[in-house]
């Protein structure tokens, strides 16, 4: 039996008042503890534990080996959990001792006996419920009540931190600007020349060694502080930003809830509270590589060798940012790993799939402009017996829908029609902020066929900086990259013909940073 389900059972077990398994010491004794979930139930366990050591003296030594006895120590342990549970409205992970060796990190080690015989992590804070039971051993052991208030407060502590930490906090703190909650070495992050460059993760690297030779951290005293963990997240994020900007992908920052979903073996630590998923398919987990530098002793990899390892990987999917007048030289540099190639052509067929992109683009932002938003809407390239055709979806009740039936039209192509273009609202996850954007899909069918995704971030006319278009950026595209020049060009000419109200052929450079 896992010791998710024993936990389960042994509390099913106590509120039923029926004996679990193997039976449980002083049966009698517990149900008149009532284990009810209220402050007073805390207190009667103490009473309960002192009367144990005082009447019968126990032992610590051998308790658990008898297995009523470790009924009784898990069922209380267990309760301790659930309640802090409820308190904190989370849920509990729970590791026998041997499974916690698996999964912690291996330094500090993690001593064997009754106090880590049962341990949880609730909402990133690792708890050790067994140790609230040590007075029937010792008097002079904190009570239970201590115990727990002192957790509590630990939980509700980290679980505002994990909430509360945000990706734009690391702009505000690379701009001097003050962010919720201390930050652990503050002025010395401050001297370090954090800029985003691959060499500024070697200092990164070098940082984390200084502080773990002289400091030797320890784990669970770093998860019981808040201005410590904010480090931990501030120097995760960092790298996450660093190596999305250096692969030339985007990044979309993701809760443990939403990695598991995407991958249920994912375990539940600090280090995989805040994920980051680079160009929409390579998970990592950057606040653990951080945890790794600092607690684990054997790394194979550190901070540079992370981000080198997921340029590589997106070498094949990289972002490609898209500006007028663009020319080969503008054009994004090869990456870590670029290899040289004969030379590609742009095949002409394409240039009007690109510049629909762009006359849709103008369009949408002409509403945008003056904060009326834009609907999903889908344009089909003319045939000979058909003249060009755009399908509204405002009609659909919610985007998934709209985008669901667009979906439909492009991948079957039941009209056969040499291109399809699909715009519709979203956001953009940058490297080093999340935005509104526009995305718009674009499918040549007709030989040579061709695909891509253009991602144009928006900053909303509600704003107190107005109304502003950034560069697009070419994702997922079949196009070489050297040819980028080309669909930036074709993009650009179809996003300046557009013309409609209070938006005349200037405004699209008027609402432009190519940023």
Same mark, same amino acid.
């Given at each position: 039996?896992?010791?998710?389900?024993?936990?389960?059972?042994?509390?099913?077990?106590?509120?039923?008042?029926?004996?679990?398994?193997?039976?449980?010491?002083?049966?009698?004794?517990?149900?008149?503890?009532?284990?009810?979930?209220?402050?007073?139930?805390?207190?009667?366990?103490?009473?309960?534990?002192?009367?144990?050591?005082?009447?019968?003296?126990?032992?610590?030594?051998?308790?658990?080996?008898?297995?009523?006895?470790?009924?009784?120590?898990?069922?209380?342990?267990?309760?301790?959990?659930?309640?802090?549970?409820?308190?904190?409205?989370?849920?509990?992970?729970?590791?026998?001792?041997?499974?916690?060796?698996?999964?912690?990190?291996?330094?500090?080690?993690?001593?064997?006996?009754?106090?880590?015989?049962?341990?949880?992590?609730?909402?990133?804070?690792?708890?050790?419920?067994?140790? *609230? =039971?040590?007075?029937?051993?010792? #008097?002079? +052991?904190?009570?239970?009540?201590?115990?727990?208030? &002192?957790? @509590?407060?630990? %939980?509700?502590?980290?679980?505002?931190?994990?909430?509360?930490?945000?990706?734009?906090?690391?702009?505000?703190?690379?701009?001097?600007?003050?962010?919720?909650?201390?930050?652990?070495?503050?002025? *010395? =992050?401050?001297?370090?020349?954090? #800029?985003? +460059?691959?060499?500024?993760?070697?200092?990164?690297? &070098?940082? @984390?060694?200084? %502080?773990?030779?002289?400091?030797?951290?320890?784990?669970?005293?770093?998860?019981?502080?808040?201005?410590?963990?904010?480090?931990?997240?501030?120097?995760?994020?960092?790298?996450?930003?660093?190596? *999305? =900007?250096?692969?030339?992908?985007?990044?979309?920052?993701?809760?443990?809830?939403?990695?598991?979903?995407?991958?249920?073996?994912?375990?539940?630590?600090?280090?995989?509270?805040?994920?980051?998923?680079?160009?929409?398919?390579?998970?990592?987990?950057?606040?653990?590589?951080?945890?790794?530098?600092?607690?684990?002793?054997?790394?194979?990899?550190?901070?540079?060798?992370?981000?080198?390892?997921?340029?590589?990987?997106?070498?094949?999917?990289?972002?490609?940012?898209?500006?007028?007048?663009?020319?080969?030289?503008?054009?994004?540099?090869?990456?870590?790993?670029?290899?040289?190639?004969?030379?590609?052509?742009?095949?002409?067929?394409?240039?009007?799939?690109?510049?629909?992109?762009?006359?849709?683009?103008?369009?949408?932002?002409?509403?945008?402009?003056?904060?009326?938003?834009?609907?999903?809407?889908?344009?089909?390239?003319?045939?000979?017996?058909?003249?060009?055709?755009?399908?509204?979806?405002?009609?659909?009740?919610?985007?998934?829908?709209?985008?669901?039936?667009?979906?439909?039209?492009?991948?079957?192509?039941?009209?056969?029609?040499?291109?399809?273009?699909?715009?519709?609202?979203?956001?953009?996850?940058?490297?080093?902020?999340?935005?509104?954007?526009?995305?718009?899909?674009?499918?040549?069918?007709?030989?040579?066929?061709?695909?891509?995704?253009?991602?144009?971030?928006?900053?909303?006319?509600?704003?107190?900086?107005?109304?502003?278009?950034?560069?697009?950026?070419?994702?997922?595209?079949?196009?070489?990259?050297?040819?980028?020049?080309?669909?930036?060009?074709?993009?650009?000419?179809?996003?300046?013909?557009?013309?409609?109200?209070?938006?005349?052929?200037?405004?699209?450079?008027?609402?432009?940073?190519?940023?």
């Amino acid at each position: 039996m896992d010791i998710q389900t024993k936990v389960q059972k042994l509390l099913e077990a106590n509120l039923s008042n029926t004996p679990p398994d193997g039976g449980i010491f002083l049966e009698k004794a517990l149900q008149q503890a009532q284990l009810d979930y209220t402050s007073d139930s805390l207190k009667r366990i103490d009473a309960l534990l002192n009367q144990i050591r005082e009447k019968l003296k126990p032992a610590e030594e051998g308790f658990l080996a008898d297995v009523a006895k470790e009924n009784f120590a898990l069922t209380l342990a267990s309760y301790i959990g659930n309640y802090l549970c409820k308190e904190t409205n989370s849920n509990a992970l729970w590791f026998t001792y041997q499974d916690a060796v698996k999964q912690f990190p291996p330094e500090p080690k993690l001593p064997q006996g009754l106090t880590t015989h049962l341990i949880a992590i609730i909402e990133n804070t690792v708890v050790m419920p067994m140790a *609230a =039971l040590l007075r029937i051993f010792d #008097d002079k +052991s904190h009570t239970v009540d201590y115990f727990f208030n &002192g957790v @509590l407060k630990l %939980i509700k502590n980290n679980q505002a931190i994990s909430e509360g930490w945000k990706q734009e906090y690391l702009n505000d703190f690379l701009a001097g600007k003050a962010i919720p909650g201390e930050i652990a070495f503050e002025q *010395a =992050l401050k001297e370090l020349k954090l #800029d985003f +460059s691959l060499e500024s993760l070697d200092v990164i690297d &070098g940082f @984390l060694i200084a %502080i773990k030779q002289q400091t030797h951290p320890d784990y669970a005293r770093w998860m019981g502080a808040s201005s410590l963990c904010n480090f931990l997240y501030l120097l995760g994020t960092y790298l996450g930003a660093t190596t *999305a =900007l250096n692969a030339n992908c985007f990044v979309k920052w993701l809760s443990y809830e939403q990695t598991k979903a995407m991958h249920p073996a994912t375990p539940h630590t600090f280090g995989t509270s805040i994920n980051a998923l680079f160009g929409g398919d390579t998970l990592m987990h950057p606040v653990g590589k951080v945890c790794d530098l600092l607690f684990a002793d054997d790394n194979q990899i550190n901070c540079r060798g992370f981000a080198e390892r997921v340029a590589m990987d997106k070498e094949t999917s990289r972002m490609i940012h898209l500006y007028p007048n663009m020319n080969s030289s503008q054009q994004n540099s090869g990456g870590f790993f670029s290899k040289l190639k004969s030379k590609p052509t742009f095949d002409p067929k394409w240039v009007e799939p690109f510049r629909e992109a762009g006359f849709l683009a103008a369009f949408a932002a002409s509403g945008l402009a003056s904060n009326s938003p834009f609907s999903p809407q889908l344009l089909q390239g003319a045939k000979p017996d058909r003249k060009k055709v755009i399908i509204d979806f405002a009609f659909y009740e919610n985007w998934e829908e709209a985008n669901k039936a667009a979906s439909g039209y492009m991948e079957g192509n039941a009209e056969k029609v040499p291109f399809q273009v699909y715009i519709f609202d979203g956001y953009a996850n940058l490297p080093l902020e999340r935005l509104d954007a526009m995305y718009i899909d674009i499918r040549h069918y007709d030989s040579p066929s061709m695909s891509c995704l253009l991602i144009i971030p928006y900053r909303q006319a509600s704003s107190t900086q107005g109304f502003k278009i950034y560069s697009p950026k070419l994702c997922n595209s079949t196009i070489p990259e050297e040819l980028a020049a080309n669909a930036a060009n074709a993009f650009f000419v179809g996003a300046k013909d557009f013309v409609g109200l209070n938006w005349d052929k200037t405004s699209w450079n008027k609402y432009f940073d190519e940023r």
